[in-house]
Antibody, heavy 114, light 113 residues
Framework: EVQLVESGGGLVQPGRSLKLSCVAS????????MNWIRQAPGKGLEWVAY????????YYAETVKGRFTISRDNAKNTLYLQMTSLRSEDTALYYC???????WGQGVMVTVSS | DIVMTQSPFSLAVSEGEMVTINCKSS????????????LAWYQQKPGQSPKLLIY???TRQSGVPDRFIGSGSGTDFTLTISDVQAEDLADYYC?????????FGAGTKLELK
């Protein structure tokens, strides 16, 4: 059974940092590019970042470029999202996903508030 | 960036009806290399993660009922749900994965009349 399990979310003050993790199982994680996608409360889906299978190609949404860093450890089947200089508008449910395979995690909530 | 314009914003239907949801991209999503349209459709039920319904504009994901039909090419795409069932009530999103940054449509909420 395919599973993507996100963790690391929580309540954080504006300007602080947070690192999300996503552990994959049930498929060959190292073969696939991975994405972070977020959804603000009551809003639509927003693509955040992509990393290729071997980490050679990385892309970000303009809204997070320079503040967020996507990375992965294929030996640990884990995807990461390092978030810095957090803003209130970053408040959202963050999903990790293999869009090519249609695999999504259940999401982890990040709330940025003082 | 490619802008995805999805319509309508919401749709009220009765069970058994047919509905169509449209998505228009600001640039063509058709790859000249493999003639595939890089457009996907997702369904999201309350409290759940999005579920992939259709990829390459018209290919149904395994396990998706055949009442879900994707069509279109280039810049204009449609998701048709024939014989709507109560379990189909959800939010629907289109996604272009032709070029980065990937972009979603704003979503369509399918509700019971």
């Amino acid at each position: 059974e395919v599973q993507l399990v996100e963790s690391g979310g929580g309540l954080v003050q504006p300007g602080r940092s947070l690192k999300l993790s996503c552990v994959a199982s049930g498929f060959t994680f190292s073969n696939y590019g991975m994405n972070w996608i977020r959804q603000a409360p009551g809003k639509g889906l927003e693509w955040v970042a992509y990393i290729s299978s071997g980490s050679s190609y990385i892309y970000y949404a303009e809204t997070v470029k320079g503040r967020f860093t996507i990375s992965r450890d294929n030996a640990k089947n884990t995807l990461y999202l390092q978030m810095t200089s957090l803003r209130s508008e970053d408040t959202a449910l963050y999903y990790c996903a293999s869009l090519a395979r249609g695999y999504w995690g259940q999401g982890v909530m990040v709330t940025v508030s003082s | 960036d490619i802008v995805m314009t999805q319509s309508p914003f919401s749709l009220a239907v009765s069970e058994g009806e047919m509905v169509t949801i449209n998505c228009k991209s600001s640039q063509s999503l058709l790859s000249s290399g493999n003639q595939k349209n890089y457009l996907a459709w997702y369904q999201q039920k309350p409290g759940q993660s999005p579920k992939l319904l259709i990829y390459y504009a018209s290919t149904r994901q395994s396990g998706v009922p055949d009442r879900f039909i994707g069509s279109g090419s280039g810049t204009d795409f449609t998701l048709t749900i024939s014989d709507v069932q109560a379990e189909d009530l959800a939010d629907y999103y289109c996604l272009q994965h032709y070029s980065y940054p990937y972009t979603f449509g704003a979503g369509t909420k399918l509700e019971l009349k």
